[in-house]
Every structure is written in C-alpha cells, then in structure tokens.
C-alpha cells in the first residue's frame, strides 16, 4: 500500500503541474485544446488522491504499521469509528485529505459551472491544480503519510484521547471543508483579475461557494466548540487560543464579504473591497494552516515544529505577493459605478458592518501575532490572552449586533424620515422593553444587558419583516397566513434565510453573555458528603458524591464518580464523571490521563462536573464544579444558523438576482419582491 | 456634506476606536512572556517588577513535583537550564501536566521567590502526536 500511496502522490503532482501549466498557458493564449486538458486534469487529479487516500484507509484498517502515519496515530484496540478519522488525526494525513477535498471540489467546479461563466474556467483549473500541487510538494518532500517505518512496530502509539470523541470525527473535516473551498472562490477572483472580466459576473458564478465555504467553517467552528466544551474540561466553548482564532479570521472576512457582495450586485460599488475580500479570505486560510502547523506561535493546540512551516510561509509569501501584484495592476478596472448617496441608508450600515468585520478580524489577528511582533520591534515577548480579546470584541461585536438590526430596516440608497420612524418604531420599542425588563430583573451586567437588549431590537427587526412579508402576500395572494411565511421563505430564500440566520447570530450573543454569570466552585469530597454551588439562575444545587467505580473498556481504563444533584433540596438527576487511563493492547499506559467531563445540560443552566482526581487511591475525591448559564442556546443557536444558512443556499427559488437585467430598487426595505405570473 | 465625506468620518470612527479598543486592551492585559532567565535579569534590573502579572515558558524540573490533593495545591520548579524558580499553584492542573512537561505558568513573582501561579498549561509535544517514547 505504501508504494501504491507514493506512486499515487506522484502521478497527482504530476497532473497537478500539467494542469497547472496547460490552464495558465491555455487560458492567456485562448488554446482550447490546452484548456481542454487543464479541465481533464483536475480529474485526473482527484483520481489519483482518491487512490493514495484508499491506499492510507487501507494501511490503517489493516493496522499495517510499517507505515510511520498508521504505527504513530493508531493501535490496534481503537475503536473502527476513529480509525476513519485516524485520516485527518495527524499532520500528514490532514495534508493528503486537504488536496484531495481540494481536487474533488475542483473537479466539481468544472463539471457544474454553466453558461456565460465557462469562460473563466481555464484560469479556475489552473489555481485549484497549483495550490492542490503545493499541498502535493510539502506531502511528497517534507511529509509523507506513506513514509515506512525501518521496522516493525508490534503496536502502533494509539490516537490521543482527547481526539477520541465524536466531536472530533466531524470537527476537522468540516472546518477543512470551510478552508478548501475558500480555494474555488479565490481561483475565480485570480480568473476574473487575468481575463479582465471584472464586472458582477464572476460574483454570480461564486455565490454558492462562498456560501458553502461559510456553512462549513460555521458548522467547523460550531463542532469545535461543542469538542472544547465537553472533551478539554476547561468549562468554556471558546478560549481564543491562537487555532481557535485561525479558524475564525476567515470565517470574518467571509461573512462580510456575504454582505459587502450585495452592494456591488445592486449598485456596482465596492469592487475592489469585494476582491480584496476574497482574495484575503483565502490567504489567512492558508495563513492559518500555516500557524497551526508551523510552531511559529505557542498553542496547546499546535501540531510540533516541522519543516512543513516554511514550505507554508514561503507559499503564503509567494501567493500573497502574486495575488497583491495582479490586484494592483487590474484596480483601474474596478471603478465603482455609483457613488455613496446618503449616509442613512442600506449601502452605508453594510459599510459600517464591512468595517465592523474586519476591525474585528484585525484585532484578533493582532492578538494571536502580538507575541511575535512584540519581540521583533520591542524585543520582549508580550502575550495578550481572552481578557485583550474580550475587552476588544464585545464593543464591537455589539455595534455589528445593532447593524444587524439596522441593516435590513433602511432603504437603499437613501431612506426618508417617515420611512425611519415606520421601520423603527416596533423593534426600538422592543428593545428598550427587552432592557427595562432585566434592569427591574437586577441584572446590572452592561455587556448582558446590551447583548440582550440589542438582540431583542434585532429579534423584533426579523419579526416585523417577515410579518410585513407574509401580510403583503395575504393581500396579494389571499394565502393564509402559514403558507404566505412558507412562500416568502421560499421565494426570497436569500434574504428571509438571511434574516433566520440573524436571528440565530442573536441566540449566540445572549449565550455568550450567559457565560459572564458562571459560577464555580472545586471540592474534595468522601462518599456521601456534598459541596452546594449557588446558580445565577437563583437556583441552589447540591451536588453529593455517591462513589467510585473503576472498569476496564475497550482500550482504556475508566474511574468514573457518580454525583446526585439536588436543586433546592430536590433531586434531579445523576451524573457520571469520568477520568480515563488509555492503554494499548498490552495493557500499557499511553498517553497521560484525560476527562470525560459530565454535563447535565439544561434550558437555562448547564452543571458541568470534573472529576480531578482521588485522593491516594481512596473513595475520597476531587471535583470541580460549574454552572453554565445558557450553553444549550449555543447549540441551538448553532443549528438555527445551519438551517439558516441552507435555506439561503437550497437550489432554485426563482431567477437569482443579477442574473437578468437590474431589478428596479423599491424606496422602502421591507417591500417583498413580487414575482411575476410566469 | 457629502454622504461620501460623512461615511468617511463615521469610518475613522470606527477604526479609530478599533485603534484605540486594541492599544488599550493590549496596555491593560498584555503580559510579558519571559523565560526563567530573562524573568531573574529584568528583577535585578528593576525590583518594581515583583507582583506584576506575567508569564513564564519554563521546563518542570523533574522530580520537584508535589500535590497536596487535599487543599488541591501544586508545587515545583521550573527551569530553562540556568535559572530556576518554584511555583506554587491552587488549582487543577490540566490533564496533560507531569514532571517532564513544557509548562506556561501564567501569575506573579513575589518578593519571597516564589511565583504564584493563577494558570499552568502544559504543552505537550502536540496534543495531536503521541507522547515520543523516552
């Protein structure tokens, strides 16, 4: 299998170079042969991963462990579900599932690209064979997932515990997915900047993907997160560690250019922010491989020190500089056709929210590169944490949150007095209702009671459109009112699934501010003594340890507590909490202990239980205790946006805007686009 | 005005307290990061800088490591090779802290010698390798 697997690495740089060649050649000197090929190649390409990633499946199901990659993340006594994701578990194998996701979408883009946006194709072939061939070189000359062992190892080292976990079957390729479909995206702005055709067109032939790159990297980050919360047993979701933040820089560039994109179809501004946009979003997807594999910044998270960083800084170097120089020399072709005409209208608060995005992105980019830059300028190294991230991105996040609500209520192009004080009336009165109701409550947390209060105004904003919505379809239609929200969500996928993905951004923010009102509390207890923990949620619960029990299953042994929990003096339930001891076949000890943290979760708090350890091998132990306000709406929120951001990019639902000639602009923003009688 | 000069006055706004928001997060939480070394020369230099939050890249010494699981006290050295100092840490150590780890110890020294530590994190050779075989 391992000669298999190389032979296969190579034939793929190979076809990867040709179509690289042929796209670039084919496409300056309009030769349809050559672009033929360039097509044909990025078949090709897939083929031949495809066959090297079998080929690593085969060597870690059959626990061939003359393979270095299958000896150093697997074992023979691990679970089959984490064999399959033994592919992606280390840094040699993420490389092969990275170029071979990338050769399949690329394949993809040129069997599903249709009509007038075939023309940028050639180019499309070329950049997806060049990065998918970079990914190729560092495998085949610095990391090859198919390097042989010099001898026979009896058992391989086992996959880290903490990468035992459901979360991280799916975590990984999903934010992978995110990142390398980035990469289609890019490849049509470079094709759009070298044909010269720089009009909305290559915006309409990339709109599915970016939305797919941002539903992946949300679905990404949102499984990361679940991973932290319930595997790491730090009692948070989100630690804005170094990784955490790689994965979210292009998440925020991505987001504002799903925003900024709708400018330049209704009014042919922001040409040269929308590439920029998405030539950026692509280069710190890179970057942030670079970051996470490199060792260049400290991390809990980072894969060690390997040659592999700077075969990654050079490429990043060399993409940035080539993209930035082509960028330069198009930008007399990306004059705006419109101008600004008011401050108060719907071009200016995206404008305000592209900023917002992007100061936002900045500033975490700043912090996560604060170490490095400070000793280059100043000499000492200076570490800025979660206290630096928070204090900068709450404000912040806050006006965006408020933009959110803004947005959609101001007209285009400049909206009039009468049709303010309409669209503002309902959701500002709400809002401050939202506020004067904590106030009375007690809570005097400004954060919160923004966080909420805004998300009540934007909550209202989402309400009163869809109501105003379905009303205009009752009179127009006499659809009842159910099937007039169903039509208006089908025929307006894109702005109504918009509007139920802020509503989902509202249900993330009053989570957030949830985690401001943790309370915690570590205890030593003996069988039958308890510890009580005051909730914020002014519920008092008692936590009593029951005892230990202690087993040996499948490839680890497990010390498990069971707690009972009373709330106010009544029972509600039992809890595991469990430290376990991974072993390999042989019953050695691998890997240092880890927890398996127990969560009672709830709709208004979540009791998050660590088991820390026995005292001297005793019943006696050492737990910590925590109560989580509002974690569940993570979650929740989490699948609103999903489902959100599906509805948006579910197929059909009447011709796409831009597609036929510009639609007459209606003064006011909450007039539905009324289809006409086909 | 212009609409055009009005944005472009709410825009330095916006940067302008992105700017500001940053340089004073920065002021008010950034920490040094020192080594062991380092940490000892700055102290000779300036003794203002007991007390100061701070924090340290350092090898656990091995062998120095004592737990008090009662009151869930953590005690032992550090060091990068030359200069060492002890930690004291209430809390629970992450999962992957032994005697022979890389630790960032995030807290302050006082003047008795002693690092007070509010945050240990232990690096690993990688939380995505296996521990090498010594």
């Not at chain 1, 990914?135 to 990391?143: D, E, G, P, Q, W």
């Not at chain 1, 944490?385 to 928070?390: A, K, L, S, V």
């Amino acid at each position: 299998m391992a000669l298999l697997g190389t032979l296969s690495l190579w034939v793929a740089f190979l076809v990867g170079l040709w179509g690289a060649i042929t796209g670039f050649v084919g496409g300056a000197q309009g030769r349809a042969d050559l672009q033929q090929s360039a097509r044909h190649a990025t078949f090709a390409l897939f083929a031949a991963l495809l066959v090297a990633v079998i080929s690593l499946e085969i060597g870690i199901f059959r626990h061939d462990f003359s393979l270095e990659y299958v000896a150093a993340y697997t074992s023979r006594n691990l679970p089959t579900f984490y064999l399959w994701s033994a592919l992606y578990a280390g840094q040699k194998g993420s490389l092969l599932f990275w170029a071979s996701v990338l050769s399949f979408f690329a394949m993809l883009v040129q069997v599903m690209t249709s009509g007038r946006h075939r023309v940028y194709l050639p180019y499309v072939a070329a950049v997806t064979c060049t990065v998918a061939t970079f990914f190729i070189t560092v495998m085949l000359f610095a990391a090859n997932p198919f390097q042989r062992m010099p001898f026979v190892p009896m058992d391989g080292s086992g996959m880290n515990p903490q990468l035992q976990n459901p979360g991280m079957v799916f975590h990984p390729p999903m934010l992978y997915l995110g990142y390398i479909s980035i990469t289609i995206p890019f490849a049509f702005a470079i094709s759009a900047l070298l044909t010269k055709r720089l009009d909305s067109d290559w915006l309409v032939a990339i709109r599915k993907w970016t939305l797919v790159s941002w539903l992946f990297l949300s679905i990404g980050l949102l499984i990361g997160m679940w991973w932290a919360y319930v595997e790491l047993g730090w009692g948070g979701y989100w630690a804005w560690d170094p990784v955490e933040n790689a994965a979210l820089l292009p998440w925020l560039v991505m987001t504002a250019f799903l925003h900024s994109v709708m400018i330049q179809e209704k009014r042919g501004m922001l040409k040269k922010w929308n590439l920029a946009l998405i030539l950026g979003a692509w280069l710190l997807s890179i970057f942030g491989t670079f970051l996470t594999r490199s060792g260049v910044i400290a991390s809990v998270h980072s894969f060690t020190e390997s040659p592999v960083g700077y075969f990654f800084a050079w490429f990043l170097l060399l993409a940035a500089a080539a993209s930035i120089a082509l960028y330069v020399t198009r930008l007399p072709l990306l004059e705006a056709e419109a101008t600004l005409e008011s401050m108060v209208s719907r071009e200016a608060s995206f404008l305000f929210n592209n900023l917002l995005f992007i100061g936002i992105a900045f500033s975490v980019l700043w912090g996560t590169l604060f170490p490095i830059l400070s000793e280059a300028f100043k000499g000492t190294k200076v570490t800025v944490g979660p206290p630096f991230f928070n204090q900068v991105n709450v404000p912040l996040g806050l006006g965006l949150l408020a933009l959110t609500g803004i947005g959609p209520l101001i007209a285009w192009r400049r909206a009039s007095i009468p049709n303010l004080k309409r669209q503002f009336a309902v959701p500002l009165t709400s809002g401050v209702f939202v506020l004067l109701i904590l106030l009375v409550a007690g809570i005097r947390d400004v954060g919160a009671l923004m966080a909420v209060s805004i998300g009540g105004f934007v909550l209202a904003t989402v309400i009163q459109e869809f109501a105003r919505g379905a009303r205009a379809r009752h009179r127009q239609y006499g659809e009842p009112t159910v099937l007039a929200l169903f039509q208006l969500l089908a025929r307006n996928r894109r702005r109504y699934g918009g509007y139920i993905v802020h509503v989902a951004i509202v249900l993330l923010f009053v989570a957030f501010a949830g985690m401001s009102f943790k309370t915690e509390t570590e205890a030593t207890l003996r069988p039958g003594e308890s510890a009580e923990l005051m909730g914020r949620d002014g519920h008092l619960y008692t936590f009593t340890h029951l005892g230990i029990s202690q087993y040996n299953t499948l490839n680890r042994y497990v010390t498990a507590a069971l707690i009972e929990v009373k709330r106010d003096g009544k029972p509600i339930g039992r809890v595991r909490t469990e430290k376990r001891q991974h072993v390999d076949a042989l019953g050695n000890k691998t890997f240092e202990p880890s927890t398996a943290v127990g969560i009672m979760s709830g709709l208004r708090v979540d009791l998050y239980i660590v088991l820390a350890g026995l005292v001297n091998g005793t019943e006696q132990a050492v737990f910590r205790f925590t109560i989580n306000p509002l974690v569940w709406w993570v979650w929740f929120g989490g699948f609103v946006l999903v489902i959100g951001g599906l509805i948006v990019l579910w197929p059909g639902g009447g011709p796409p805007p831009g597609t036929g000639p510009r639609q007459p602009r209606s003064q006011a923003g909450y007039a539905v686009k009324l289809e006409a009688v086909r | 005005m212009k609409a055009g000069t009005k944005f472009a006055f709410g825009a330095v706004l916006i940067v302008g307290s992105v700017g500001y928001l940053m340089a004073s997060g920065i002021k008010q939480t950034g920490q040094y990061f020192l080594t062991p070394s380092e940490l000892a020369q700055r102290v000779s230099a300036d003794p203002s800088f007991y007390d100061l939050g701070l924090k340290v890249g350092a090898h656990v010494v091995r062998g120095t490591v004592s737990k008090d699981v009662a009151t869930q006290t953590l005690s032992f050295h550090i060091t990068d090779g030359t200069v060492s100092y002890p930690v004291v840490f209430k809390g629970l150590p992450p999962d992957t802290f032994t005697d022979s780890v890389e630790v960032v110890v995030e807290g302050r020294l006082q003047h008795d010698g002693v690092i007070h530590a509010t945050n240990v994190l232990a690096k690993c050779g990688s939380r995505y390798e296996a521990v090498p075989k010594a």
